[in-house]
C-alpha cells in the first residue's frame, strides 16, 4: 500500500532523445509527487514535482505526467543531454498521517549516451 | 549556505564497534531523516523526525538508533554495527507540514563494516 514502483531500472538513450521514466502507486491518499536526481558521489535533489489536481508540469525539458485515475505519473527527459545521466528517483507522500514522509521508487540509473 | 552536513562521509569499521554518523542542518528545518542507498533497492528510510524529541521508524531500523535533542543535529547510532549495515548513509531535512516535503540532502556517509 505504501510502495511506489520505479520502472525502468536503468535506460540507455542516445543524445537528443527522449528519456521516460514510469512510477506506480496504491496509496490513494498520496498527493504530492516529487522527482528527485542524483549524480555520482552527491545527495538527491529534488528536480520537479506535482500535485494530482493537474495531469501535466513542465519545467525546462523536464515533463511529469500525471493520470490520477491509473495511479500512475512518469518523468520524460526531452532532448536528453550527457549531463543529465544520472539516477532519479519517484516519490509520493500524503498531507494526512505521517504527513510529509516521502515515500521514495527504488531508482532509475540514466545513461545518455554522445 | 543552507546546507545538511553528514560526518564522516567514509568509514571503515569492524563488527560490533559502535559508531555515530552525526547530521547536522542550518535551515531551521523541523524534519529531519536518514536513508541507506543501496544497489537496486533505492533509497531505504531508516527514521524520520518531526521535530525535537519525535522520532518514528522508517523501513528498516533494525540495528540503528537515533536521538534529536536539538532541532540542527540529529545522529545516526549503529550500536554493534554488522556488515549487513555496510552502506551509503544519507541524512535530509526540511522544513514540516506543508504536504510538500521538499528534502535537502547530505553528500552521504559511505559505512563499511567489516
Known amino acids: 500500500q505504501q510502495q511506489v514502483k520505479q520502472s525502468p531500472q536503468s535506460l540507455i538513450v542516445q543524445k537528443g532523445g527522449i528519456s521516460i521514466i514510469n512510477c506506480a502507486y496504491e496509496?490513494?491518499?498520496?498527493?504530492?509527487f516529487p522527482w528527485y536526481q542524483q549524480f555520482p558521489g552527491k545527495g538527491p535533489a529534488l528536480l520537479i514535482a506535482?500535485?494530482?489536481?493537474?495531469s501535466e508540469k513542465k519545467e525546462g525539458r523536464f515533463t511529469i505526467s500525471f493520470n490520477k485515475s491509473a495511479k500512475q505519473f512518469s518523468l520524460h527527459i526531452m532532448d536528453s543531454q550527457p549531463g543529465d545521466s544520472a539516477t532519479y528517483f519517484c516519490?509520493?507522500?500524503?498531507?494526512?498521517?505521517?504527513?510529509?514522509?516521502?515515500?521514495f521508487g527504488k531508482g532509475t540509473k540514466l545513461s545518455v549516451k554522445p | 549556505e543552507a546546507q545538511v552536513t553528514q560526518n564522516p562521509r567514509y568509514l571503515i569499521t569492524v563488527t560490533g564497534k559502535k559508531l555515530t554518523v552525526t547530521c547536522s542542518q542550518n535551515?531551521?528545518?523541523?524534519?529531519m531523516s536518514w536513508y541507506r542507498q543501496d544497489p537496486g533497492l533505492g533509497l531505504r528510510q531508516i527514521y524520520y523526525?518531526?521535530?525535537?524529541?519525535v522520532t518514528d521508524k522508517g523501513d528498516v531500523p533494525e540495528g540503528y538508533k537515533v536521538s534529536r535533542k536539538e532541532k540542527r543535529n540529529f545522529p545516526l547510532i549503529l550500536e554493534s554495527p554488522s556488515p549487513n549495515q555496510t552502506s551509503l548513509y544519507f541524512c535530509?531535512?526540511?522544513?514540516w507540514g506543508s504536504g510538500a516535503n521538499v528534502l535537502t540532502f547530505g553528500a552521504g556517509s559511505r559505512l563499511t563494516v567489516l
Open positions: 516519490a509520493a507522500s500524503s498531507s494526512g498521517g505521517s504527513q510529509g514522509n516521502l515515500i
Open positions: 506535482i500535485r494530482p489536481d493537474v
Open positions: 523526525s518531526m521535530n525535537v524529541e
Open positions: 535551515m531551521n528545518h523541523e524534519y
Open positions: 535530509a531535512s526540511s522544513f
Open positions: 496509496n490513494t491518499a498520496f498527493d504530492y
